[in-house]
DNA sequence: CTACTATATGTCATTATTGACATCGTAGCA
DNA sequence: TGCTACGATGTCAATAATGACATATAGTAG
């Protein structure tokens, strides 16, 4: 457990309880929703840290904030282009989301 | 063989000359386009490495020849989630994806 | 309490992506 | 020459992602 930057993550339809180890869950799969979960929360921090609400970001989105919502949750409906369009209306450059693409997921080592 | 590492891209339905500074193409949506770009580059650049056919890949992804070319030709048509796949099942990390995201694109400055 | 704001979650019609297929060009080889 | 493997590109039915909507919960004022 820890609370540094917090990691109470639900993954939405995906059910991760601690990132894969999964029944069912292959290791490309457990790749790629961490990469998502990764992704979910660097568009949480920079909304935040930009001050607006879900629906202020999903108006620039052309979206919905349920949609917004569903992303920030890395709900399983929502693609890794939707999370990367949604740094990139947020300011995010390439360089930006690979860090937060790369970013270390606590989990063993 | 091939020509190891070159740059001659098409970016097929997008129309993109020099990456950007064209007509109708936000700023948002270049940067959109150059990762895709730079993805679908790393792809190419694995899968030539890894010394298997577009058809052998295709096979892994459960996906076509086809859609494997039209991966690595950044079709307007291919997401990034399908090129993030290709390239983890090409034995891609996060790390591996983020780094191949960041890359500058070269192109005017 | 009511009212308002922000966020979460389920559903569904519309839209975008996908795999599969056909076809074409090219390169190597016998 | 034909034959085979590899790759590119267009099309389209099937599938998946999306936006919009309804509704729910929690917090905050008044």
Redesign the pocket.
Same mark, same amino acid.
């Given at each position: 457990m820890e609370k540094s930057k917090q990691k109470r993550l %639900?993954v939405?339809g995906w059910h991760v309880g601690s990132t894969s180890s999964f029944l069912g869950l292959r290791p490309e799969e457990a790749t790629l929703v961490e990469m998502k979960v990764n992704l979910s929360q660097a568009l949480r921090v920079r909304?935040?840290d930009a001050g607006i609400?879900?629906?202020?970001l =999903?108006k620039r989105? /052309?979206?919905?904030?349920?949609? !917004?919502? %569903?992303m920030? =949750?890395a &709900? /399983?409906? !929502?693609?890794i &282009?939707?999370l990367v369009?949604g740094l990139v209306m947020l300011g995010a450059t390439p360089r930006d989301i690979a860090r937060a693409l790369g970013r270390e997921t606590g989990a063993a080592a």
């Open positions: %639900k939405r909304r935040e609400s879900q629906s202020a =999903a989105l /052309r979206s919905s904030q349920s949609r !917004v919502a %569903k920030e =949750a &709900d /399983r409906t !929502v693609s &282009d939707l369009r």
